[in-house]
Every structure is written in C-alpha cells, then in structure tokens.
C-alpha cells in the first residue's frame, strides 16, 4: 500500500486523530480516537523519523499546544481542513492573542 507524502507547514489547520488507551473501573482496556483541531504553529526535521509538528487552538478562551510526532503509532491519521499563507517558519505571533488575520491569507488546497 502506498503511502501519500505529505509534508505538515505552518499555517495548516489539521484535525489530528490519536489514540488513546483507557482502563475502566474493571481493569479492562478500552481504545478510543481523540481528536484535536488546530492551527500548526511549527514543523520540525519534515518527514524524518522523529518529525513532530506543534498544534495550537484555543478552548473555552485558553490556548492548548501539542506537539504530536507525525510517524508515531498513536497518530492514526492527520486530515488537512483547510491551509494559510503565511511568511514565517514559525507562527509564535499567534500565542500573543489579537488580529492575527491581517498576516494570514487563506490559500486554495
């Protein structure tokens, strides 16, 4: 089965699926999908074997960051939604909160 190469860049919006193993008041484990959504703010080594990509969103007014290594196993998939052109490596600008649209125009996927 062949594998799409995707490379992750800042200002993708993805929706990451991940794993999660959880045991129950019996002892019974129990695998569940997860799913975080979010703006990635930084790509690093692209598609090495230790390439992790940091995802930001913000809930109930909070800022979440997590940085999720892209070939891991808990990583089931990564689905684009929709992509920024942005002129920066890294999107600190958006921790700062504020009117971040002006830097960030959507492209086409």
Do not use: C
């Not at 959504?37 to 007014?61: C, F, P, Q, W, Y």
């Not at 490596?89 to 504020?98: I, S």
């Amino acid at each position: 089965m062949t594998e799409a190469i995707l490379v992750y860049k800042p200002g993708m919006v993805v929706k990451v699926h991940q794993k999660i193993k959880e045991t129950n008041t019996k002892g019974e484990e129990k695998e569940r999908i997860q799913i975080f959504e979010g703006i990635i703010i930084a790509a690093k080594h692209g598609l090495e074997a230790g390439a992790t990509i940091t995802v930001r969103k913000v809930s109930d007014g909070i800022g979440v960051e997590r940085i999720f290594p892209i070939k891991a196993p808990v990583v089931a998939k990564i689905e684009i939604v929709k992509q920024f052109e942005v002129r920066r490596a890294k999107l600190n600008f958006l921790k700062k909160g504020g009117d971040f649209k002006r830097k960030m125009e959507e492209k086409k996927v």
